[in-house]
């Protein structure tokens, strides 16, 4: 096991499974007929090429609104279908911004532990499976691309596959070993909590300063958090919201006026 080869080995596949992505060859085909053209053929391929970008753009915008929508309720069947057929047939989201190095340390950090407790082999493959789920998992939300949090998921779902698939007598040091990448998103909970108190104490020394009193209930925009998440790179605070630790301190979340509340004890 050579965790530097293995590395190098993992960054390539990921280069190479983003480049041959059809929109990525289509870029690169009419980047070399726009070379080779005149300047009247550059202009003209230009335009097709800025107009895929826009409605791609408008497209990920759907993809971001559905992350922020409030559950409604189960979904009629029809309409599901037809989400899954748009999302099958036109949505195909690009890697492009990815961690690289976190899965290459994460397919040297495979390799050794099965090398190590003598349980199943792990190949390339593994790696390309995390890739096609990350693009499946964006494609559910109708993103064009791979994002951050569609990367974690697909590598919780793989390490948790490949950890049940191993001797009983090591799962535990595996899940230990890879507790990292298992228990992301509860670090990014944590992480929440802290930037929910800061703002929410600031709100109540406000109110404090502004009404001369204590106030029952105490209000941050939801917004303003989920701003703020946006830079730690989580888009989606619905399971932060519904956490144990959010509700632990007595936050409750008003969808109507998108106010998080919390009731002083």
Do not use: W
Request: hydrophobic share 35%; proline share 3%; net charge negative.
């Amino acid at each position: 096991i050579d965790p530097v080869q293995d590395e190098a080995l993992a960054r390539f596949v990921c280069g190479s499974h983003a480049r041959s992505h059809p929109e990525e060859q289509k870029k690169r085909a009419e980047g070399a007929d726009a070379g080779a053209g005149e300047d009247g053929g550059v202009d003209g391929l230009g335009g097709p090429a800025n107009h895929d970008g826009g409605v791609g753009g408008e497209r990920g915008g759907m993809g971001d609104a559905a992350d922020d929508s409030v559950d409604g309720g189960p979904i009629p069947q029809d309409l599901l279908q037809k989400y899954i057929l748009y999302a099958r047939n036109v949505v195909r989201p690009q890697l492009q911004g990815i961690d690289e190095d976190k899965l290459g340390q994460l397919y040297a950090d495979l390799r050794q532990e099965s090398a190590r407790s003598g349980g199943v082999p792990i190949a390339v493959r593994h790696i390309e499976s995390v890739m096609r789920m990350s693009e499946a998992h964006a494609r559910m939300h109708l993103r064009d691309h791979v994002r951050d949090d569609d990367v974690n998921k697909a590598i919780q779902v793989m390490l948790n596959s490949f950890i049940e698939a191993q001797k009983f007598s090591v799962r535990r040091s595996l899940r230990r070993a890879f507790q990292p990448y298992l228990t992301a998103d509860r670090d990014y909970n944590e992480l929440l909590m802290h930037a929910l108190d800061d703002k929410m104490r600031e709100a109540e020394q406000y109110q404090m300063i502004r009404n001369k009193s204590a106030m029952d209930v105490v209000e941050v925009q939801m917004d303003d958090l989920e701003q703020q998440a946006r830079e730690y790179k989580v888009y989606n605070l619905e399971a932060f919201y519904a956490s144990e630790v959010f509700k632990k301190r007595n936050y409750y979340v008003d969808r109507q006026s998108r106010m998080i509340c919390k009731q002083n004890v």
